[in-house]
């Protein structure tokens, strides 16, 4: 196992691009929120590096030149009002211009009114069950089978070997592009935290509460996620898998959802 | 009892410590119940570190090897509850007991008898605490935070998790009243307000933190105590209640509580730095105002912790808003550290380079802070690793930082020699690579979406939870090295009573190592005002 690790370290150092899905950053995602989202990100951060440039800066100079060891001998200043009021005026000017793209982003993510599609997501111990609400499709979506296996302690199998080890499920949420989803999300024992990093957007589920949120994908694919929020021993094992798929496609699988639940009723 | 009562009454000779662990059960004795908070600090830093050790073992590599889920859980919540109940307030407070009254001239605390409950409440709690790890259903395993309903599915260790938390939180509130008590009154004459050390300061403004907050967390959990065996509904929703409410009373003490484990720190390095660069404090008041400010700001930004609960857009507007005022202060007081480094003749003894680390890697673990108040981006944040990475740069090089700082710094006034320096230094080094090593890398899998609170992963997460388990390791053992350190400087050359070059203020007059008594009559007004300069 050590010597496992030390491999994979000495591959990080090496490579550090050894795994296609290897990644530094957050996603820049497929909406358009979400891409704001990213926007917002990268813009506190480089704020943050430049005043990190700064402030360092300014102390790796002291602690080169001002040492004793060079014979320096010490100020005795202790105080500026001048600098003070600079050093606290500046911080606020920054926040201000941070503070006013950040809000109006607030304000879109919130606005879930006029939606094409909605759906209730329900979060249990441990899996996650939707509803389309006018579609008449429901179904539960838990851990898929490979992953399933893998997972239990010295299982013997290598999460290496298994296809997005826990990060697949075996009913995944389906929606078409281009369309404004809204997810109700609920839970029916302790609260859970529905999230998908391409879509930017984690609500958490809570008995009792039915909470609002939205996205609009932007491209087709499979974008995955997990619970965020504690809730109990296989907190780590409860993915969300959305598939994004053209609107046509989308039609043709609610069609089908539907006749397999019309067959399974008529056989009984 | 009485003897001692009438002795104090008679004379006033010097008398030592009372012998064989009388001294220490019954003490009332600001040096000993200091040392015993600190000794008792460090020994949860190590249960609660091999804790951490386990967590980042299971995480090394993808798949389960060592521990099954819920004992994983178990391991997480513990590992919080011990290190910021058992270790890092208790340090502060040890330190609080041994330097307070020296350094404002007072001959003890002032509720010298509490000081001895507050502290010897402490380990009964973490007895009942640890030995639910025993119990039917294993130890509390619903996070520190104790979310409802999750934190009811408990076992047996329910009601000892909520009691042990009382007793943390009455130990609290005492150690507090005493701090605020002997700051207040016995403070040396001329010793005015704003001419105490940045330490007393800070401890003053942490004393009024605590006991304001702890008393809320003790009614959070009581109520979660009745919900559970009274057939009461505050936070259930089948009853009418409201999970979100525990939330919202829970970070009113979270919050606030993360001050209370920072805010001693930026007193220790506010008197490691000018020591070390041989120049006064920069901008003394302006420090004070600061860290008002911050406390001020403390008690109106809990909410941040919870925006992907679902609050009204007003809300989370004015916690985000709130939330980044905090920036405003904590920079004026990074800035005055600087400000005091430069143009200084500094040396690079131990406590300074645990400070200058301080003062590097608490504003990174700031810039994070400052990401995460960004609510679009907290929600991306939130119940990641990003969040892990940056509550451990602000915990562990900064608090745990400060007090190994302190702990270095005055570790010749309270043995009177001086420890093993190059061991200090190496001691350093091994801490300061590992923690970036551990913690850095977290950043990376945050953002890249590894939620928090999970035995196992994805395998695109592997390289970095290597990395840190790695530094996780380095980092535990490194720690060995500061007992090493702590232990062999009893061995050390004999200390002067000013034992730094450039260190100022009222414990430095008396003798190394400090006298069983100190400060019997205050110090004269003229001694005072000189060590205040």
């Known amino acids: 196992m050590i010597q496992k690790s030390f491999l994979s370290l000495l591959a990080l150092c090496l490579a550090g691009t050894a795994r296609a899905e290897w990644a530094l950053n957050m996603p820049k995602g497929i909406t358009d929120l979400s891409v704001e989202t990213y926007n917002i990100h990268m813009l506190v951060f480089w704020w943050c590096v430049a005043i990190g440039v700064v402030v360092f800066g300014v102390m790796i100079v002291a602690l080169f030149k001002h040492r004793k060891s060079k014979g320096v001998k010490p100020a005795t200043f202790s105080h500026s009002t001048t600098a003070e009021v600079i050093w606290t005026a500046i911080p606020v000017i920054i926040l201000m211009l941070i503070a006013v793209p950040v809000a109006e982003t607030m304000v879109k993510l919130e606005d879930s009114r006029d939606p094409d599609i909605s759906i209730v997501v329900t979060a249990y111990q441990w899996k996650w069950h939707y509803r389309y609400q006018d579609e008449g499709v429901s179904f539960y979506s838990s851990l898929a089978r490979a992953s399933l296996d893998a997972r239990r302690k010295q299982s013997g199998v290598d999460p290496l070997t298994v296809d997005n080890y826990l990060l697949d499920v075996d009913r995944p949420l389906v929606v078409p592009r281009d369309a404004k989803v809204r997810l109700l999300v609920t839970s029916n024992d302790v609260v859970h935290s529905w999230w998908v990093p391409d879509l930017a957007i984690k609500k958490d589920a809570i008995p009792g509460i039915i909470n609002e949120t939205w996205f609009n994908a932007r491209e087709v694919g499979t974008y995955r996620g997990q619970c965020a929020e504690l809730c109990g021993k296989d907190h780590g094992y409860m993915p969300i898998v959305v598939e994004v798929v053209e609107p046509k496609a989308f039609q043709a699988w609610v069609d089908t959802r539907k006749e397999s639940v019309q067959k399974v009723a008529s056989t009984k | ?533």
């Open chain 2, 1 to 533: 009892m009485n003897t001692a009562v009438a002795d104090a009454l008679d004379h006033h000779d010097d008398h030592g410590p009372a012998k064989g662990i009388g001294r220490w059960l019954f003490s009332t004795h600001h040096k000993d119940i200091g040392t015993m908070y600190l000794v008792f600090s460090l020994t949860m830093f190590f249960i609660g570190g091999a804790m951490a050790m386990v967590i980042r073992s299971e995480l090394a590599i993808p798949g389960l090897q060592f521990v099954h889920p819920e004992f994983f859980n178990q391991m997480t919540t513990m590992h919080a509850l011990i290190m910021v109940f058992g270790a890092v307030m208790p340090a502060f407070v040890g330190l609080a007991n041994w330097m307070i009254p020296l350094m404002i001239g007072a001959p003890d605390m002032a509720l010298p008898r509490m000081n001895n409950w507050s502290f010897w409440i402490l380990p009964v709690a973490f007895s009942i605490l640890l030995s639910t790890l025993l119990m039917p259903g294993g130890a509390p395993a619903g996070g520190w935070t104790m979310y409802p309903p999750l934190v009811l599915q408990t076992g047996d260790a329910f009601p000892f998790l909520i009691f042990s938390v009382h007793l943390m939180g009455i130990s609290s509130i005492m150690g507090a009243i005493n701090v605020i008590v002997t700051i207040i009154n016995l403070r040396a004459p001329d010793m005015t307000l704003l001419k105490m050390p940045m330490f007393v300061w800070t401890w003053l403004i942490t004393a009024y933190l605590l006991i304001a907050v702890m008393p809320v967390l003790a009614g959070a959990v009581t109520m979660l105590l009745t919900d559970q065996f009274f057939g009461t509904s505050f936070f259930l929703a089948a009853g009418g209640g409201d999970p979100v409410m525990f939330q919202h009373i829970f970070w009113f003490f979270g919050h606030p509580e993360v001050y209370i484990m920072i805010l001693p720190a930026f007193g220790v390095v506010s008197e490691i730095i000018p020591t070390f660069s041989r120049k006064k404090l920069f901008g003394h008041d302006s420090m004070v105002y600061a860290a008002s400010c911050i406390a001020f700001l403390s008690f109106i930004v809990w909410a941040h912790h919870m925006f992907t609960v679902g609050m009204p857009l007003t809300g989370q507007l004015f916690f985000m808003f709130a939330t980044m005022l905090i920036a405003v202060p904590t920079g004026v007081k990074i800035f005055n550290w600087v400000a005091t480094m430069w143009r200084g003749a500094m040396t690079f003894e131990t406590p300074m380079l645990f400070s200058l680390a301080f003062v590097f890697l608490f504003t990174i673990g700031g810039f994070s802070g400052l990401m995460l108040a960004a609510a679009p981006a907290d929600i991306q944040y939130h119940d990641t690793y990003f969040v892990v990475a940056h509550f451990h740069y602000v915990l562990v090089p900064g608090s745990v930082f400060a007090i190994m700082a302190g702990a270095y710094y005055w570790l010749p006034k309270w043995t009177g020699h001086m420890y093993n320096e190059a061991l200090g230094k190496v001691h350093f080094w091994a801490s300061t690579i590992f923690v970036n090593l551990t913690f850095f890398p977290m950043h990376f899998l945050g953002l890249a979406g590894m939620p928090r609170r999970i035995p196992d992963y994805s395998t695109q997460f592997t390289d970095f939870n290597t990395v840190a388990s790695i530094g996780a390791i380095g980092f535990g053992l490194s720690q060995l090295l500061f007992v090493w350190a702590v232990l062999t400087a009893w061995k050390g050359s004999k200390a002067t009573d000013r034992v730094w070059e450039g260190s100022h203020g009222l414990e430095w007059t008396v003798p190394s190592p400090a006298p069983y008594h100190t400060f019997e009559t205050p110090p004269k007004a003229r001694i005072a005002n000189e060590a205040f300069e």
